[in-house]
């Protein structure tokens, strides 16, 4: 009978994170949350996830969904329900007003306002709890949330594009196109899905970059096409000593957050063309990347993706600043004079740093691989 009841809390669990997958791209800064009601006789009543920030969670949509047959129901949630009063009533207080008679949560919220006070909420409401089904896969949803939350910064994901040979550009920094349309597709994904996208001069000056998300090359389904259109990622770019020019085309694509160790006499520039400047001084006369995701997550970001040169990139990782690398190998020859994935001077084997590979599979003519940090 135990095991029976795992399977079906299972079952609809998975279900309740295929739904919260829907917004993957729109929910920023809240976390990508799915529910699931279900009857005693084992009918889904109702069905809902959450689209976007300020608006009805998933436990309301899919109360609403229900309706009176919410009464005497399970509920499967991705995320511990909310007992706070923030841009929407709390969840908690919701389902116990609905009258539902068990309430499986996957993952308990790391939010610190919630952190258990939901899942006590609905046991002093005589509702019976349980709390972990799926928990892993309920984490990898919202890495960015969950670490935003525990440690009070973004997930920081590192994309690389490379050849065989581990190169990623010629000498001159020429680079487009390394790889595949379905690995730029991916790439695509990555920007829609984050909080913000951090790149640098080498990248916008060399490749003429823009660093937007591109609703029509997302290979998605068009509502989510829609949803990533209409929650663009803030663009930031570490420019220390403010060398880009307006013109570049990476200003023209709309407003963004320029990161500098010196202000000079140039912010009134980038403020009248509708930009925002952010002084960092750090040490050796480079922009403070620590104090900078500090910043990025007090404003909300939960995912970060880098998307930058070798230097960049590599200053991230020397610095230890890296929580997953996305590196995409295309099946060319770069040759030894072209640049390496990142700058990162090496001597001996012992300082190698060692990393966990999470992942790798085909991405049309490329592949694609997930790394850690081991």
Known sequence: MHDSLLACD????????????????????????????VAADGEIIGEGWHV???????????????????????????LEPCSHHGRTPPCAEALVTAGVARVVAAMQDPNPQVAGRGLARLEAA??????????????ALNPGFIKRMECGLPHVRVKL?????????????????????????AVQRLRARSSAIITGVDTVLCDNARLT????ELGVEPEQAALAAARP????????????????AFFQAGPALVVCVEEGGRSAEYQAAGHRLLCLPGAEGRVDLSLLLLELAAVGVNELLVEAG??????????????????????????????PLLDWPLARMSEA?????REIRAVGRDWQIIATPA
């Open 10 to 37: 299972q079952a609809h669990m998975a279900r309740a994170l295929e739904l919260a997958r829907r917004g993957l791209f729109s929910t920023h800064p809240n976390p990508r949350v799915g529910c699931v009601i």
């Open 52 to 78: 976007r920030a300020g608006e009805p969670h998933a436990e309301v949509h899919a109360l609403r969904q229900a309706g009176a047959r919410a009464r005497g129901a399970t509920a499967y949630v991705t």
């Open 126 to 139: 005589d509702i019976a709890v349980s709390c972990g089904v799926l928990e892993s896969e309920a984490r």
């Open 161 to 185: 594009a490379m050849s065989l040979d581990g190169r990623t550009a010629m000498a001159s920094g020429e680079s487009q196109w390394i790889t595949g349309p379905a690995a730029r597709a």
């Open 213 to 216: 998300v591109r609703p029509d």
């Open 233 to 248: 990622p803030l663009r930031v770019l570490i420019d220390g000593q403010l060398r880009v020019p307006l013109s570049a």
């Open 310 to 339: 070798p230097r960049l990139a590599g200053a991230f990782a020397r610095a230890g600043l890296v929580d997953e690398y996305r590196i995409f190998m295309a099946p060319q020859l770069l040759g030894s004079s072209a640049r």
């Open 353 to 357: 740093p060692q990393l966990s590979i």
